[in-house]
């Protein structure tokens, strides 16, 4: 503990920030250099995923998931309840989506076989409803002192979350205050975000000189894919301060998940926010550089001696990326495909929320990754709309779902709210780019139609719980009664490995 603590206090120091400002700069000079070289191109398009889920108890209350479950398996996250899974990259394919997809079920087998020894099950959700047995406010709320230091007993031990949660707290008065509809409260550290899990499509591109144009035809893609994907409609019940709860109902957000996540840090800098168009690859550098700088670290400070040849030459400027939070965010760096003597360039697809079902998982993943590259093969328009009706159209999303007002361009270069119009395009865009890919048309059924029946019957995962909440409160039940019994449905029905959409 006595190490653990010597790194958080140091990563708060202004000397450290200074070196590590220092070592950003210079270290996104020679990037940016390599970047002109032609270093970050490779052979073809990749893809990746990363997926967080959360365990619970035999009485599907929260819990957390014990040391066995990380043996190789999948990785810690921001909560002691909290997991990652991720898969390897591997070529945008036919091949490559198997590849993904056998990849993320094998390894949420192991992690689901190895929390069943405990008692315990991992869930694929975007927001834990049930509270653990000494319930949300003293789960996230318990935290203690130590030499000057806030540390918050249900965050995992890591000295990066702690040196962040200590600097965001520096900035807020000591608490968090999160305000969605019915809750309004201060939290003595940003675990409160640790209510919501979510899944990250990635999609290398393969030419550095053309990402500017996949990643601004994505932003204008995030409206629509998100409403289709929303599944964070409420927070635990005794979070609430309410009287009648079919206000609640009416009146909260579909996804959840976007407001907790911006409200834990932003309160501090406006880090997690919808993003900024890029006119070239080397922007993506600039704006990280000057992004505000959040618990820096030197890299000798962390005993690490099986480093990639990237993390070796750019260890700050990666870590700095740690901290750079945007909807959709430029990766330079990673491991490409061909796994030869170059980095590669890829887009972070980040709003989605977790998924119910593995299936439902890939098929987003063939979703973003089919429509940004159909789109930009067929030289589609939705580049030019602007920026702020991309962003409008994303956070109605996040209020409304499926019943929100987008904004699109269409093939013929008319702008349109119309949703009907808008789906039409996107899955027909997107079966263009799978197939651009040589993605045979049964994969893409099995991925993609499970998605557009969501749209046809105007369903998602949180019209879904908001429907099974309000038949219980129909009938007479209390609120925390009626949202653990559709948590519980909800629970024992994504373990069918059915699609929401046969959720009858």
């Given at each position: 503990m006595a190490e653990f603590i010597d790194l958080v206090a140091r990563s708060l120091r202004e000397e450290t920030r200074s070196e590590f400002d220092r070592r950003v700069d210079e270290q996104a000079a020679r990037l940016t250099d390599a970047l002109q070289t032609g270093r970050l191109d490779s052979p073809g398009f990749g893809l990746g995923i990363e997926l967080e889920a959360y365990a619970v108890d035999d009485k599907n209350r929260?819990?957390?998931v014990p040391d066995s479950v990380f043996d190789g398996h999948c990785d810690r996250e921001l909560g002691e309840h909290n997991v990652e899974l991720h898969t390897d990259p591997t070529p945008f394919d036919d091949d490559g989506i198997a590849a993904q997809a056998a990849s993320l079920r094998q390894d949420y087998r192991t992690a689901q076989q190895?929390?069943?020894?405990?008692?315990?099950?991992i869930v694929l959700d975007s927001m834990w409803t049930i509270p653990p047995r000494e319930g949300s406010d003293d789960y996230l709320g318990a935290v203690r002192e130590s030499e000057g230091l806030s540390i918050?007993?249900?965050?995992?031990?890591?000295?990066?979350?702690?040196?962040?949660?200590?600097?965001?707290?520096?900035?807020?008065?000591g608490s968090i205050p999160l305000s969605v509809p019915g809750v309004d409260r201060r939290f003595p550290s940003l675990l409160f975000e640790s209510l919501a899990s979510s899944i990250q499509p990635h999609l290398q591109v393969p030419d550095a000189e053309a990402?500017?144009?996949?990643?601004?035809?994505?932003?204008?893609?995030?409206?629509?894919?998100?409403?289709?994907?929303?599944?964070?409609?409420?927070?635990?019940?005794?979070?609430?301060?309410?009287?009648?709860?079919?206000?609640?109902?009416?009146?909260t957000h579909h996804e959840l998940r976007i407001p907790v996540f911006e409200q834990s840090i932003n309160r501090a800098w406006e880090k997690v926010r919808f993003p900024d168009e890029i006119g070239s690859a080397a922007d993506t550098v600039d704006r990280l550089v000057a992004d505000p700088t959040c618990a820096p670290f030197l890299r000798e400070w962390l005993r690490?001696?099986?480093?990639?040849?990237?993390?070796?030459?750019?260890?700050?400027?990666?870590?700095?990326?740690?901290?750079?939070?945007?909807w959709l965010r430029a990766v330079i760096g990673g491991q490409p495909v061909d796994r030869g003597d170059r980095w590669s360039i890829r887009i972070e697809y980040r709003p989605l929320p977790t998924q119910p079902t593995i299936r439902e998982t890939i098929g987003l993943q063939c979703l973003v990754v089919g429509l940004v590259r159909g789109l930009c093969v067929a030289d589609h328009p939705l580049e030019t709309l602007d920026r702020d009706a991309a962003e409008r159209s994303f956070y109605s999303a996040v209020e409304d779902g499926l019943e929100a007002d987008l904004?699109?361009?269409?093939?013929?270069?008319?702008?349109?709210?119309?949703?009907?119009?808008?789906?039409?395009?996107?899955?027909?865009?997107?079966?263009?780019?799978?197939?651009?890919?040589?993605?045979?048309?049964?994969?893409m059924e099995e991925y993609l139609a499970p998605l557009e029946t969501r749209w046809t019957d105007r369903t998602t995962p949180s019209r879904w719980k908001l429907d099974r909440v309000a038949d219980r409160l129909d009938a007479g039940k209390e609120f925390d009664e009626s949202v653990r019994e559709m948590q519980s449905e909800y629970i024992a029905r994504a373990k069918t490995e059915e699609p929401l959409t046969q959720w009858t």
């Open positions: 929260l819990a957390r190895a929390a069943a020894r405990d008692g315990l099950e918050a007993e249900n965050m995992t031990s890591s000295p990066r979350y702690c040196a962040i949660d200590n600097a965001v707290l520096g900035r807020t008065g990402f500017p144009r996949y990643y601004n035809t994505a932003l204008g893609t995030l409206g629509p894919v998100l409403a289709l994907a929303t599944n964070s409609p409420l927070l635990p019940p005794d979070l609430y301060a309410i009287d009648d709860p079919s206000d609640v109902l009416e009146e690490d001696d099986d480093r990639e040849t990237f993390a070796d030459q750019f260890w700050e400027l990666d870590h700095k990326r740690g901290t750079y939070w945007r904004a699109w361009i269409t093939a013929d270069g008319d702008r349109t709210t119309d949703s009907s119009v808008i789906y039409g395009e996107l899955f027909e865009y997107a079966r263009r780019g799978l197939r651009e890919q040589g993605v045979s048309s049964e994969t």
